[in-house]
Structure formats: C-alpha cells, structure tokens
C-alpha cells in the first residue's frame, strides 16, 4: 500500500498504520516544519519527505491507496478571534488537499479537523462526499480532543471508553481534573510566572497543571482566590506579598504529553520541550487513528484472502483430465502464501481430489466427508492454509 500524508507533522499517521498492523509499501510526506522532519527521519528513515503541499503532483508519484492528512485548524478554530474558516490562508490550504485527492484517485482517503461551524463542516462534507464523525479523543486517552474525520474507510464507529484519567498518566505530581484539557500547537509558547500560569488556569481553563500534590493545589487555589479573583494580569504584576506559595506548579512534560496523544514514549526524543508541545499539540491521538484504520485493516484483509483463493467454479468437459486419467476439474485457486497454484477435482467415485505445490493431497475420504458437511469453498480454504 502506498500512502500520501499531507500536514504529516510528526507522522502520526504511520505511528497509527503500524498499530493497526497495516502493511506499508510507500509512505510520502508533505511537512514543511524542520523539528517535525526531523523527528519523523529519527523514527522512522524510509518516510519519503516530499515538502511544500503545493508543490506536489499526482504524476510524480505512484498509485496512491491511501491519502490522509488534517489540514490547519487556526482558522477555523473556537479560540481564534477572527474566524475565517475556508477563506483563511491557513484553514484554505484544504483546497490542496482536495486538488490532490482529485490529482491521486485513492482508494481511501482520511481528514481530520477540528470541530467547526455548521456551515464549513457542510461545504467540507459536500466537497468530499462524506459525513464526519466525530471522535472526542478523551475515549482512548487522558486528554480532550474533541475532532471531526471525513473518511470512506468503512466501519467507523466510536472507540469504546478506556475511562482514562489525566492522573494516571503523570510522571509525578497531583492534578485534580480527570482529563488534561486539549494540547495545542500554542503550549510551544508557555507562560513563566507561577502565579500567571495558575491565574490563567483558573480563570480561563485554557491550560494543563501539575501541582506537587492535592495540599499544594488546595493552599495555591485559597491564596488565589483572597488575593487575584477579578483581577487582570497587569494587577497581579504589582502583587508585593509572599508568593512561594506557587513554587513548584509545572507544565506537562514531554513523556506527559506523548502518553496523552497516545504516541509511544521516546518519540520526541532530542526535541526541546517547547518543539515537542508544538509537534504533540499539532498531531493526532494515536488510538484514535489506529481505531479507524481497523475498518481499512478489515477491508484489506478481505481483498487479500478474496486474491489469494480466487476461486473460480466452472463446469469442464471430460477431456479437462489434468491431474489424473478421469478426474474432472472442479475449481482451482492461487495460494499466495504457499505461492503457486492449486487444481481441484472429482474422480469418478467423486473422491475429492487437490493438486498443487510441492505436493498432492489424496486423503480422499476425509475430504469427501468435509464436503459433504461444509462445502467445497470451506475445504479449499483448510488446504489453503494448511
């Protein structure tokens, strides 16, 4: 299988194509962010970078099976103020997705965004063909990540609840939410006063701490509440009291975020915590890619078997007698595994009859019995896979 993955980031999608066990020819990718190349080549060397999406086109390329990617979001997301959505220049780089599905004609195709208006999920949808469904990430992992995914892989549902808790995920320390909000790109840019990282959190929500433990978390939030509630982040600057009350309050760190995105730990190995936030923020839940692509592993598993039995039923003349002076051909089939062709026949006591490899099978009673009791296809799907 040959896969094209646009605004590849780290490759998450190969990450997911190895967890759900799917075999890959040729993985190429559009990613133009230098720390994102560079942690893809780290863990996986035979990616084929092929950078600037623009640049790309459907005739240098193979057959494509497989085009997935997750066009950027900023422009359609809740926490931009502008909201252009498809006429954003980041947000209408959807359109080069599109121009490269029309381009490559894959058999299946995978994009990921983020949960939108109505009204440019609608025109998405309509520009592809399919419904999304959304997939809220907190079901296979300790984060929210609420995102929409147009596919025409077959059989997606919704992951089953893993009832992971954000606690369970810590290398050390206390948090006293059940699920770390949802990473962003823009974690790469964190605050550095304590009491302006605790100020943000309680007031807005829009960011992950870590306490040193559940007291520690009790004393910051009271001294919080008597002395910033209401205020702006100015009018805390001119605080002249004791604040060591909020040493020790800490961001996620890298391993943190990896377990939280589902991606093996390691991966971001040789990033600085800023660049791996960025990259981690910017990337897929693995589980929930890999859960996907189980209806695509199902599909191709099918077709696999459906190839390497070909079994084709004809009716043949009596002069059909290969395989024994008498014998009348029934059906034959190719075996990729064993890698060469298979004859069945019927004798004229009807005794069944398999020609093929390295050897004939001639346990003639046992196989008219299982004939007889399951059929001929389940028979020459036992030979087959003996």
Same mark, same amino acid.
């Given at each position: 299988?040959?896969?094209?993955?646009?605004?590849?980031?780290?490759?998450?999608?190969?990450?997911?194509?190895?967890?759900?066990? *799917?075999?890959?020819?040729?993985?190429?990718?559009?990613? *133009?962010?230098?720390?994102? *190349?560079? $942690?893809?080549?780290?863990?996986?060397?035979?990616?084929?970078?092929?950078?600037?999406?623009?640049?790309?086109?459907?005739?240098?390329?193979?057959?494509?099976?497989?085009?997935?990617? @997750?066009?950027?979001?900023?422009?359609?997301?809740?926490?931009? %103020?502008?909201?252009?959505?498809?006429?954003?220049?980041?947000?209408?780089?959807?359109?080069?997705?599109?121009?490269?599905?029309?381009?490559?004609?894959?058999?299946?195709?995978?994009?990921?965004?983020?949960?939108? %208006?109505?009204?440019?999920?609608?025109?998405?949808?309509?520009?592809?063909? $399919?419904?999304?469904?959304?997939?809220?990430?907190?079901?296979?992992?300790?984060?929210?990540?609420?995102?929409?995914?147009?596919?025409?892989?077959?059989?997606?549902?919704?992951?089953?609840?893993?009832?992971?808790?954000?606690?369970?995920?810590?290398?050390?320390?206390?948090?006293?939410?059940?699920?770390?909000?949802?990473?962003?790109?823009?974690?790469?840019?964190?605050?550095?006063?304590?009491?302006?990282?605790?100020?943000?959190?309680?007031?807005?929500?829009?960011?992950?701490?870590?306490?040193?433990?559940?007291?520690?978390? %009790?004393?910051?939030?009271?001294?919080?509440?008597?002395?910033?509630?209401?205020?702006?982040?100015?009018?805390?600057?001119?605080?002249?009291?004791?604040?060591?009350?909020?040493?020790?309050?800490?961001?996620?760190?890298?391993?943190?975020?990896?377990?939280?995105?589902?991606?093996?730990?390691?991966?971001?190995?040789?990033?600085?915590?800023?660049?791996?936030?960025?990259?981690?923020?910017? @990337?897929?839940?693995?589980?929930?890619?890999?859960?996907?692509?189980?209806?695509?592993?199902?599909?191709?598993?099918?077709?696999?078997?459906?190839?390497?039995?070909?079994?084709?039923?004809?009716?043949?003349?009596?002069?059909?007698?290969?395989?024994?002076?008498?014998?009348?051909?029934? @059906?034959?089939?190719?075996?990729?595994?064993?890698?060469?062709?298979?004859?069945?026949?019927?004798?004229?006591?009807?005794?069944? $009859?398999?020609?093929?490899?390295?050897?004939?099978?001639?346990?003639?009673?046992?196989?008219?019995?299982?004939?007889?009791?399951?059929?001929?296809?389940?028979?020459?799907?036992?030979?087959?896979?003996?």
């Amino acid at each position: 299988m040959n896969v094209l993955s646009l605004f590849d980031g780290m490759s998450c999608g190969r990450i997911a194509l190895d967890r759900a066990n *799917i075999k890959i020819d040729k993985y190429y990718a559009s990613e *133009i962010k230098p720390h994102a *190349i560079k $942690v893809s080549k780290q863990n996986y060397s035979d990616i084929i970078q092929l950078g600037d999406i623009k640049n790309i086109k459907a005739k240098d390329l193979p057959k494509i099976d497989l085009l997935i990617g @997750g066009s950027p979001c900023q422009d359609f997301s809740g926490a931009n %103020k502008e909201k252009l959505g498809l006429d954003g220049n980041k947000s209408g780089l959807f359109f080069e997705y599109l121009r490269l599905l029309k381009e490559c004609k894959p058999k299946y195709f995978l994009l990921e965004n983020v949960k939108m %208006k109505k009204e440019w999920q609608d025109i998405i949808s309509e520009y592809l063909g $399919v419904q999304p469904i959304n997939i809220n990430s907190s079901l296979v992992c300790g984060a929210l990540r609420n995102r929409m995914y147009w596919t025409n892989i077959p059989n997606v549902c919704l992951p089953n609840d893993k009832q992971i808790k954000l606690q369970d995920l810590l290398e050390y320390g206390y948090t006293p939410r059940d699920k770390a909000r949802c990473l962003l790109e823009s974690d790469s840019r964190p605050l550095n006063t304590p009491v302006k990282m605790v100020h943000r959190y309680i007031n807005t929500g829009f960011t992950t701490l870590i306490f040193k433990s559940e007291n520690h978390y %009790k004393n910051i939030r009271k001294h919080s509440d008597k002395n910033f509630k209401g205020k702006t982040a100015i009018e805390i600057e001119s605080y002249q009291g004791d604040l060591s009350v909020y040493d020790g309050v800490r961001y996620l760190t890298t391993v943190e975020r990896e377990r939280l995105q589902t991606v093996p730990e390691g991966y971001c190995q040789g990033l600085s915590d800023n660049d791996a936030a960025c990259l981690l923020g910017d @990337g897929w839940t693995i589980d929930v890619i890999a859960h996907i692509f189980k209806g695509l592993r199902m599909k191709l598993k099918k077709i696999k078997y459906e190839q390497s039995l070909c079994i084709r039923h004809r009716k043949y003349s009596r002069s059909d007698t290969y395989g024994g002076t008498g014998n009348v051909m029934v @059906g034959s089939g190719y075996c990729s595994i064993k890698n060469c062709p298979y004859f069945f026949y019927q004798n004229k006591l009807k005794k069944f $009859v398999i020609c093929g490899g390295e050897s004939n099978y001639t346990r003639d009673d046992y196989y008219n019995e299982r004939i007889e009791k399951h059929g001929i296809k389940a028979v020459i799907k036992e030979i087959i896979n003996d």
